[in-house]
């Protein structure tokens, strides 16, 4: 029998570029939220893909962009620190928008890495065979990069030649997580970060990024399975409270039916959802708020 292999991989790559979708799908199960508004992802979220001779310990990141806020400072570090004490970085890019400025800045600063850097072009489903090959053509100018894939996280194609590639940069080492975990995420994580996207898919361009989830109890009954969940929606201004309440409350009662299945799903029981919407001013900017909603 062989060895077993371990190691871990981060995902970097610039905003809305499918990395969180890229992640779901290696993995096999939904837990990074996905919506096609960039810096969706604001945290590092570590994802385990287990088979019988090695394991594969993915961190995805938020994707690399210029901070405007001590929120945007942190995910960038977030970003450029899980570049370290990893067996293989994936540079994740959009076939349809090719190697762009942004990316370049972020290639030259993986081109320093100790890492050994696999490039994968995301949306190949979505782009021109034209567009895929001017990307391809881009990044074989990188020398530091080691091999080019292509394919589509949405459709699984070129996924598994993906995993092995990946698996072929594993070193001999321990099962870091037992064979069914899935990612390191605490319950409590997971459905505030389930509810954040129901608000930004529903919400669209009508409120920008301001909008945090903090999960404040959760408690399963004793008389019945079922799970009680208590969430504050935080946004930072008046204006953006009566949006995301909606008429009557028919935004806020939404987003709450939606966030629920995706819940009760993962929690495997009937969820009763309770929400709130709180204004906290300029909440990016504080230290303490970033801490409380789970930026540490």
């Not at 970003?79 to 190697?99: K, T």
């Not at 895929?132 to 194609?157: H, V």
């Not at 069914?180 to 996207?197: A, F, H, K, S, Y």
Request: proline share 4%; glycine share 10%.
């Amino acid at each position: 029998m062989s060895e077993f292999r371990s190691g871990f991989v981060s995902i970097i790559g610039c905003p809305n570029v499918g990395k969180s979708t890229l992640l779901n799908k290696l993995v096999g199960q939904k837990i990074a939220i996905v919506t096609d508004r960039a810096q969706t992802t604001r945290n590092k979220i570590t994802g385990v893909l287990t088979r019988p001779d090695y394991q594969i310990v993915f961190l995805d990141t938020p994707g690399v962009t210029n901070p405007k806020n001590k929120l945007g400072e942190y995910m960038q570090k977030v970003a450029y620190d899980a570049m370290n004490e990893v067996e293989a970085i994936l540079f994740v890019a959009d076939a349809e928008q090719g190697v762009r400025e942004r990316d370049a800045a972020l290639l030259d600063r993986l081109g320093h890495a100790k890492a050994p850097v696999v490039a994968f072009i995301n949306k190949t489903d979505a782009a021109s065979l034209g567009q895929a090959n001017e990307a391809e053509e881009t990044l074989g100018k990188r020398a530091f990069i080691k091999t080019i894939l292509r394919g589509s996280a949405e459709t699984g194609k070129g996924l598994e030649e993906l995993e092995e590639t990946l698996s072929e940069l594993l070193i001999p080492g321990p099962k870091y997580f037992p064979d069914d975990m899935v990612t390191d995420q605490p319950e409590r994580i997971i459905c505030g970060e389930l509810i954040r996207e129901k608000a930004l898919l529903l919400l669209r361009e009508e409120v920008p990024h301001g909008v945090g989830v903090g999960v404040d109890r959760m408690e399963r009954r004793e008389d019945r399975d079922m799970m009680d969940v208590y969430a504050t929606i935080y946004c930072e201004r008046e204006s953006h409270k009566g949006i995301i309440i909606g008429k009557g409350g028919s935004m806020l009662k939404k987003i709450g039916q939606e966030a629920r299945k995706d819940i009760e799903w993962m929690l495997g029981c009937p969820v009763n959802l309770q929400l709130w919407v709180k204004i906290k001013e300029d909440w990016r900017n504080r230290q303490g708020m970033l801490h409380e909603l789970g930026y540490e």
